[in-house]
């Protein structure tokens, strides 16, 4: 069995010159400005292109747009403008549920006939859809 020791004089002594280096060898001057920023020139940027961040954000931003923000803004045209065409007689449901006829307008405020002897007055913005839409679908755009 061998026995591994340790020997003062395998180290060196000191300010006496070593050919043992620790790490990757040393970039020289011309690989240096070769790229500019202290790596050898044959080696990967550390970090991918710069670009590819800007891609996907991009890319980020278009999926976004399509499925959250195009629909939303789409549903919001439809309701303003179902909004801005209620008349007098029309059958409405309010977001309650409400079921009712518009009995007055008058600007933003709408009174609903709920039966012969109720009226009840509700914000415009409480209208959700015509009595005649089904529940789950858009109210119709114009």
Not at 20 to 31: I, L, S
Not at 39 to 65: D, Y
Not at 91 to 114: M, N, P
């Amino acid at each position: 069995m061998t026995s591994l020791a340790f020997h003062p004089s395998s180290l060196p002594q000191q300010g006496a010159e070593s050919d043992v280096q620790f790490g990757p060898p040393a970039a020289t001057g011309a690989e240096t400005a070769a790229n500019g920023q202290g790596e050898p020139a044959g080696a990967p940027p550390a970090g991918g292109s710069p670009w590819t961040f800007w891609v996907m954000l991009l890319l980020l931003f278009g999926f976004m747009w399509f499925f959250v923000i195009r629909p939303e803004s789409r549903r919001r045209k439809q309701q303003k403008a179902f909004h801005s065409g209620l008349e007098k007689g029309q059958d409405v449901v309010t977001v309650g549920g409400l079921h009712g006829a518009i009995a007055a307008i008058e600007g933003d405020t709408i009174t609903l006939k709920v039966s012969a002897d109720v009226r009840l007055k509700f914000d415009r913005n409480a209208i959700q859809r015509s009595a005649s839409t089904p529940a789950g679908a858009q109210p119709p755009a114009k």
